[in-house]
């Protein structure tokens, strides 16, 4: 489905012309700092976002094969993406808040469920991983 997402002031735009209708929450120590709270991501494999207002875009490079987007004006987080070479490199993971239309999107998994704050919890009956679950799934991938 085609999604829009803008951060705060609009000087960043992602167009995204097949969105996934699924998402996934990350509870890793990363995650829920860079987020401030929840991370929900949207998997967009690399090419699949249009990008308008890029050169308003700052990245911190948030590990060896990755790096954390956000404008550079209004502090928005855009986006997860893969730097490191390989299958996945360039898939991005934008955020979900960022829509401007997030209806028709499901949760289906959270990663690092053991990393997960006590004080909330996601409902669902959906896939949850532990570190070692996921940890052992991105290396099968890479
Ligand atoms: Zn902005
Ligand atoms: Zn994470």
């Known amino acids: 489905m085609h999604k829009t997402a803008t951060c705060l002031c609009g000087a960043v735009t992602l167009d995204i012309a097949e969105a996934p209708d699924t998402t996934g929450a990350c509870h890793c120590g990363m995650c ?4 401030g ?7 967009v494999p690399a090419g699949g976002a249009t990008i308008t207002g890029a050169q308003n875009i700052s990245a911190y490079t948030s590990s060896d094969w990755a790096e954390r987007c956000f404008c550079a004006t ?7 993406r893969v730097t490191a070479p390989g299958p996945m490199q360039g898939d991005m993971h934008v955020g979900l808040g960022l829509l401007d239309d997030p209806s028709g999107i499901s949760l289906t998994e959270e990663i690092f469920i053991d990393r997960k704050p006590d004080g909330y919890a996601l409902a669902g009956d ?17």
């Open 32 to 35: 829920r700092k860079w987020s």
């Open 126 to 142: 959906h896939k949850r991983m532990t570190e070692a679950e996921t940890l052992a799934m991105f290396a099968d991938i890479s």
């Open 37 to 43: 709270g929840i991370y929900l991501g949207l998997h």
């Open 74 to 80: 209004c502090g928005t987080n855009l986006f997860y």
